[in-house]
């Protein structure tokens, strides 16, 4: 598997949801070899890293390459092995920069991101809507899993004494950092600004946290306010979700999917921050936890990584690497079992 992210000592909490896919498929079974580098938006890197990877692929025996984004997949091209890439986001739909705009950079990754998709043998998206993005391909839709084992259920009062979070207020959580343009921090602010000053709500921001505490944010809280610019599948809602924390989210990624059929959570069709404030206001008035935790157990990673494996044994069953037209849907549980 070669990544363009993965936790460093410096950044200890990078891209656990690779880590967390990369342990699950190894618990199935697979033998994974992890190679990461930090391109850094510099050529020389991508070279370094190529020469490293076809070194280790002259090596060493492997069935197949998995990169994680499609500019992971530069310094694997060309490869005799069977190549899966996996698109989350940023490269297929651009980079938004600290002045809200789509940067040079990403729009590099997007032509990159074309390119890499015409020449892998499997394509793995966290979400379906970006399909229309990249070259007309049969693709997988696999979202980011979730390690239900991590997401306890926590009584709220005991998950605010736990953080040291106000016992009355009414919680609302940010969980993104303050600073990335595309997360949109000040949206959030002035949306929880605009609230009745008699709901006495909070925003509480969860960033640069351990990932084993997220939990005790989402059992704290009284809402997830989401209003992202745009997103793949973003994790913090499906992790919102699983504790029964109430969602108002603007429409980004396949956040319309999560919440579909979900009584309690809002999909806003407007990012006006005064039509988010009010659709908060009524999840918080109405002060309830969701049932939503069974909503969601097919994202259960241990479910992901059967889906994954199978993609695996697509890629390798097919010699020659031509791209016949695949039946098998990845987004289908009970095809599993019968393809």
């Given at each position: 598997m070669v990544t363009c992210e993965w936790p460093t000592p410096d950044l200890p909490r990078q891209a656990p949801f690779v880590v967390r896919?990369?342990?699950?498929?190894?618990?199935a079974g697979v033998d994974v070899d992890v190679f990461f580098f930090r391109g850094s938006k510099n050529p020389l890197k991508y070279l370094r890293a190529w020469w490293n990877v076809h070194r280790k692929l002259r090596r060493e025996s492997y069935d197949l390459v998995h990169a994680q984004w499609g500019q992971s997949a530069v310094p694997v091209l060309p490869t005799h092995l069977p190549l899966v890439v996996t698109f989350r986001g940023g490269e297929v739909e651009g980079i938004v920069g600290d002045n809200g705009r789509y940067t040079l950079w990403g729009r590099t990754l997007?032509?990159?991101?074309?390119y890499v998709a015409r020449r892998a043998d499997q394509l793995v998206l966290v979400s379906a809507h970006m399909a229309r993005l990249l070259p007309q391909r049969p693709v997988h839709v696999i979202p980011s899993g979730l390690d239900f084992s991590k997401l306890a259920l926590?009584?709220?009062?005991e998950a605010r004494r736990q953080l040291a979070l106000p016992e009355r207020k009414r919680l609302v959580l940010f969980a993104g950092d303050p600073a990335e343009a595309r997360k949109r921090y000040a949206l959030a602010s002035d949306v929880v600004s605009r609230l009745d000053p008699a709901l006495d709500a909070q925003l509480v921001v969860a960033w640069n946290v351990p990932h084993e505490k997220m939990h005790l944010y989402m059992n704290a809280c009284d809402a997830l306010l989401f209003v992202s610019m745009y997103e793949g599948s973003p994790n913090v809602v499906k992790e919102a979700l699983a504790c029964n924390l109430p969602v108002v989210s603007v429409d980004v990624g396949d956040v319309a999917e999560r919440l579909e059929g979900i009584s309690g959570c809002i999909l806003s069709m407007s990012e006006d921050a005064v039509d988010l404030a009010r659709e908060l206001d009524r999840v918080l008035r109405a002060g309830r936890r969701l049932d939503s935790r069974i909503a969601i157990v097919e994202l259960d990673e241990n479910r992901l990584a059967q889906r994954?494996?199978?993609?695996y044994q697509i890629a390798i069953s097919r010699p020659g690497g031509d791209h016949e037209v695949i039946t098998y849907r990845a987004n289908d549980v009970s095809s599993d079992a019968h393809t």
């Open positions: 896919q990369v342990q699950f498929l190894r618990k997007q032509v990159i991101g074309w926590v009584p709220k009062a994954m494996i199978r993609i």
